[in-house]
Every structure is written in structure tokens, then in C-alpha cells.
């Protein structure tokens, strides 16, 4: 406990120099106008931003990252306040009560309101992050082959199942091309080039970068231009600092939902867009006033805005503590670390363990930076707004040519970049979601290697996958899991739990 | 909501084509990996052989492929296929296929051709015009746009080029 505490102090203090805050500074500014820019979403900006990190040294790259990171989930409320279009997919729900609210002239404490809980909710995910993160590395520890291959399998099942909008089944495809994706290139079991047909440069697989700056960025641009967006931006005429008193009225919204936001977070692969749904709809329920949801509910913003940000937080659990991605943008700061060497998994608390406390002091400062622009720099962010999209996605799209290239300084990422950003447009169209994608890339090498390498210390036998304790409950989950996404199982275990409930 | 029973339409269809790309695909993997060698020659366990994860994956996609347009071909709403094809006239295809147009031939072209900075403010400019005057439906004056547009792409594509290359010292394409 007292260890922990010396350690975040140490990782504080090791940010209290006048280039670290400098960083901190136009980084969290540049992440909000990310989020406030409708159609740049926080994980396009942070794969953009790894380009520019390469020369930094590991600590001020992922501290820049983090920032952008915050910085854009947050800058996405303004948007869903003032122009009821979420900035960032994580602030939809944000449109529901923040909209209406600056409909009725109160925009400035909407965006108070939405500030004040983003910090709170980054706080309660903080709180977890250094309580949980080192105990749940610990236990990671003992886990073997057989327990990474289960976790990378559940990390993709569990993310199709949840962000699949349409139906869960189209989260899965998406998980399971993800895979796929990775199994391009030289295995490193046996150094085995798979699916490489002749091509050199797919020996060493499709890297996440160019794939992620593609998949967020290029899709990003072809979603936003298909239509001509004509946006009608809420006028700000009253306070923007909210009261102590109506912030803290809704204590136990705030708690519950970074509870949510953080238990979400911790998930792989589910972003802060389900953080901020299912902190919206559990405060709904709880509520003494659900008929004012949707209306303008104060009550419904803070809910939404603080679930979200506790995802930001508490997706660095699984991150640093598995190597497991809590979210998209956690995937993209996955790769940011390997390139600077630093390797998230169980091993981090014992090569690095000054890093964890380093990641929470960086979110501490990201929040604050955060807290500060949002109340005093309210007008230049409506002038943000303004913006029109046929100038920005221009520029965006250089960018994503510059991300793509500079990680190897080869043309054939820029091409893969084009791939994916055509392929990943016309899946978000058919309503497959990114995320599973993402992950399966991701936890692809991890799910290939364990499984075999497990089968490989046992010659062959499977049965270890199914009777370690851990291993057999994280097998159970996942079956439960794909069982419950079939409509005929759900419906027959809601009608269970019904008749149990009323006799 | 006969509009939202043709969207529904258009979903299915599409669902049905991707499904059969899918089952295509996850063919062609299942077969893929299972001729990859076995490496007995060095004595590796068969459980192991570098094939074994993408048959599953495949497998999978297969099985996943099925499933997806089994549910898309019961969907019987009218108009599915002449809306799917109504699609590629509308403005909307329009506008990206001039995005993919013009990103192809800066991305293939412009860049290597020319300095990375000359490309991009040539695409730069090329992109805000197109869009602001021409591919609108309330064009923008010809003549202040292309002030605006060469005004952003001299900032953004020299500003890109100073910041990336000369400060963050980063290698160009």
C-alpha cells in the first residue's frame, strides 16, 4: 500500500519538470480539439500522434499519448453539446441530456457539468488503476500458456459480442478477420511464413499502425465526407463553472458510474462508448427523475461523461498488467510502447514497475490539463467547431500518408493503410464494428503462439486448456458468452429467469 | 417506415453478398492452412504445425459466413437488390469515389513524383475545391475558395512538412 503511494509520489514527481508539463500541455489541447473536430475520433489521433513521438524518449511519448488520448474522449462532449453530434463515438450519449440542456441556454454549464464529471470519472478510474493493476499483475503471473490462450480468445469474443450494434455476429467476424490479419507473416513458433504468397514485406506481418491509421483515420475521413454536414452550433451565453452543489447532488451517480466506466474499462477491447451507454442507463434506472432522461437531465450527463472517461483509466488495466487492450486507442498505445521497449504484460511489474505509477501520474495531469482548458478556453473551442470538414479531411489525410510511412519508412505501409482504411469504411457501413478487429490484430500472435506452444509441452494433449482452474473458468465464460449471443439460448434463459422471478 | 423496410432490404442483400465473400474466404484459408507443411522432419509435434490456428480461424469464418447469410436470405423485404445497386448512382458514392480518386493518385502518383511537401499542397488544394464548389449541392464562390484553399494548403502542407521532418526529425515519404 505505502510502496504504491511512494511510487505515484516518485511518478509525479518525475513529470514535474517544465518539458513534461510543456507536453502535457499541448498535448491534452491538441487531443480536445481532436474530440471537439466531428469525424476524428480519440484512437484516429492517437495513431496519428505515434509519428510524432519516435525521437522522444519512452516516458514523454507515452505521456503525449496518454494526453491526446483523454484530451480527445473528453473535447468530444463539446460537440455532442452544442452541435447534438457526438465528437467522439464515446460522447453519444452525451448528445441525449447535453443538447437539450444548451437548447434551453445552458449550454456553458452543460459543458461545466460535462467537464467537471470527465475529471471526476478519470479520478475513480485512476483510484482502481493503481489498486487493481498491481494485483491483478501479480496474479497474472502464474497464469501459463494455456491462461493467455483463453484470455486473447475471451479479449475477442467478449469485445465482438459487446460493441457487435447490429448483431453480435458481425462482432465476431470481426474479431475472427482481425485474427486472421495477424496470422500474415513469419510465425514465431517454428518461423514459418504464412499467407505471405511471395511478398517480402508481408514476412514480418501487417503492422497495427499503418492497419489502425487506415482503419480510424482513412475510414474516418470517407464516413464524414459522404455527406455534405450543415451544423447548427448552440449559442453559450451563461456560466461555464458549475457549483460545488450541483455537481456533488449526484455523488452517487458519479460513483456508480465510474464503477461502471472502470468494470467496462477493464474489459478488453470495449471502449468508452459502452462505459458511457451503460453508466446512462443505470442511472436512468436508479434515478428519482428518469422522465427528465433525454430532456436535458443533468443528472443523465454527468452519467454519461463520467462512465466514458472511467474507461480511459481503467482500460490501462488489462493493458499494462495482460498487454490485452481495455479499448481501441489502448491498442494503438500498445504498439506506441513496443516501439519505445517498453512491454505491457505481467512482466511489467517486475522489469518496470515504476511505469504503472508513471501511466497514473500522466492521467492525473492529463485530467487536470483537461479540467483547466474546459472551463477557462470555452470560445475558442466553438471557434474549433467551426471548422468545415472540406478543409480538415484534407489534412487529416496527409497526416494518415505520414503515420502510415514513418514507422518503417516504407511505401508498402501506406498502401496497407489504403487497404484497410476502404475495407474498414465499407464494414463500418454494413455496421461491423472496429474494435473486435482491432483486437483480434492485436491478440492474434498471442493466441497462436500460447495455443500451440501449450499443445507443444503437453505433445499434443488439449486437456490442461480445460482442467487448470483458471483456465476452465475463462473457457466457461466464453462459451457462455457465445451461447447467450444466440437469440433461441437468450430468450429461453430470460424466460428462466422470469418464471423463477414471479413464482 | 416503408423507407426503414428498404433499408432493412438493402441490409440484407448486402449482408448476403459479404456472406458469401466470407464463406469464400474461409474457405480458401481452411484449405491454405491445411497444406502447409507439417514440418515432421523436424520432429515438431503435429499439434503444433504452423496451419493449426488459421484452419480454426477459417473454420470459424466459414461457420460465422453461414450463419450471417442463412439469416440474410430469409430476410425477404421488397427492393433489396435494385436498392443496393440505387446505392452506386447517389451523391453519397459520388463523393468517395472521388475521395478514393483523388487519395489513389496522391498516394500513388503525387508522392515519390514530387517533394512530399509540393504533393501534398497540390492535394490539399484539389480536395477543398472539389468539395466546396463542385461535388455540393450550395457551391462556395469559385475565386474565394481557391484563395482559402491555396492559403490552407501553403499552411498545412509546408506546416506538416516543417513539423514532422524538421522538428520531430521524422522521415517522409
Known sequence: ?503 | MEAEDTQQGIRSRADLLTAIVLVALGIAVVYLSWIMPRLEARRISPGTFPGLVPLLLGLALTVCGSLLGFKAARDRQPGGWSGLLGLLGTRAALRIGAIMALALFYTLVLVGWLPFWAASMIFIFAFIMLFEVYLTDSPAPLLRTAVWAAVIAVVAGGGIYLAFARIFLVRLP
Open chain 1, 1 to 503: 500500500m505505502f510502496e504504491g503511494l511512494i511510487l505515484l509520489g516518485q511518478g509525479l514527481a518525475h513529470f514535474m519538470t517544465l518539458g513534461s508539463l510543456f507536453n502535457v500541455a499541448w498535448a491534452t489541447l491538441l487531443g480536445v480539439v481532436v474530440g471537439i473536430l466531428p469525424g476524428l475520433t480519440a484512437t484516429m489521433g492517437v495513431a496519428l500522434l505515434v509519428t510524432l513521438t519516435y525521437k522522444m524518449a519512452p516516458d514523454q511519448a507515452i505521456l503525449t499519448l496518454m494526453c491526446v488520448y483523454l484530451g480527445a474522449i473528453y473535447g468530444g462532449s463539446r460537440t455532442a453539446i452544442l452541435l447534438n453530434i457526438p465528437g467522439t463515438p464515446a460522447n453519444a450519449a452525451a448528445t441525449l441530456d447535453g443538447h437539450p440542456l444548451a437548447q434551453q441556454g445552458r449550454a456553458g454549464l452543460a459543458m461545466g457539468l460535462a467537464t467537471t464529471s470527465s475529471t471526476l470519472g478519470t479520478m475513480v478510474g485512476i483510484f482502481f488503476l493503481a489498486v487493481i493493476a498491481p494485483l491483478l499483475a501479480d496474479a497474472a503471473l502464474k497464469f501459463g500458456s494455456y491462461e493467455f490462450f483463453w484470455l486473447a480468445l475471451f479479449g475477442v469474443v467478449i469485445s465482438g459480442q459487446m460493441t457487435g450494434s447490429d448483431s453480435p455476429l458481425k462482432g465476431y467476424i470481426a474479431g475472427i478477420l482481425g485474427l486472421l490479419v495477424a496470422m500474415i507473416g513469419m510465425e514465431t513458433l517454428h518461423a514459418y511464413q504464412r499467407f505471405t504468397f511471395g511478398v517480402t514485406a508481408l514476412g514480418g506481418g501487417i503492422d497495427l499502425i499503418p492497419a489502425m491509421v487506415g482503419a480510424f483515420g482513412l475510414a474516418e475521413i470517407l464516413s464524414a465526407m459522404k455527406r455534405r454536414a450543415i451544423t447548427h452550433i448552440a449559442s453559450v451565453d451563461d456560466r461555464v463553472v458549475p457549483t460545488f452543489r450541483e455537481i456533488f447532488q449526484y455523488w452517487r451517480t458519479i460513483l456508480r458510474s465510474g464503477i461502471i466506466g472502470t468494470f467496462v474499462g477493464i474489459i478488453p477491447g470495449v471502449g468508452e462508448d459502452v462505459g458511457s451507454w451503460t453508466s446512462y442507463a443505470a442511472a436512468k434506472r436508479a434515478s428519482k427523475h428518469p422522465e427528465e432522461f433525454g430532456k436535458g437531465s443533468q443528472e443523465g450527463l454527468i452519467a454519461a461523461e463520467t462512465g466514458d472517461n472511467a474507461v480511459v483509466s481503467a482500460a490501462m488495466i488489462p493493458t499494462l498488467t495482460l498487454g490485452l487492450p481495455g479499448s481501441a486507442a489502448a491498442a494503438v498505445l500498445i504498439a506506441a510502447m513496443l516501439i519505445h521497449g517498453i512491454r505491457p504484460g505481467p512482466m511489467l511489474m517486475v522489469e518496470n514497475a515504476p511505469f504503472l505509477y508513471q501511466v497514473v501520474a500522466m492521467l492525473l495531469l492529463a485530467t487536470l490539463a483537461n479540467l483547466i482548458f474546459g472551463l477557462t478556453l470555452t470560445k475558442v473551442f466553438i471557434q474549433v467547431l467551426r471548422v468545415p470538414r472540406e478543409r480538415l479531411m484534407a489534412v487529416v489525410y496527409v497526416l494518415c500518408v505520414v503515420g502510415s510511412f514513418s514507422i518503417s519508412q516504407r511505401m508498402f505501409d501506406v498502401y496497407v493503410m489504403l487497404i484497410f482504411g476502404v475495407v474498414g469504411f465499407i464494414l463500418r457501413e454494413m455496421k461491423y464494428p472496429m474494435a473486435p478487429l482491432v483486437l483480434g490484430i492485436v491478440l492474434g500472435d498471442l493466441l497462436d503462439l500460447n495455443l500451440r506452444r501449450g499443445l507443444a509441452l503437453t505433445s499434443g494433449d488439449p486437456s490442461p486448456f480445460f482442467t487448470r482452474p483458471i483456465s476452465a473458468v475463462i473457457a466457461l465464460i466464453i462459451l457462455a458468452t457465445i451461447l447467450m449471443s444466440i437469440p433461441a439460448v437468450s430468450r429461453r434463459v430470460r424466460a428462466l429467469r422470469f418464471r423463477r422471478q414471479t413464482a
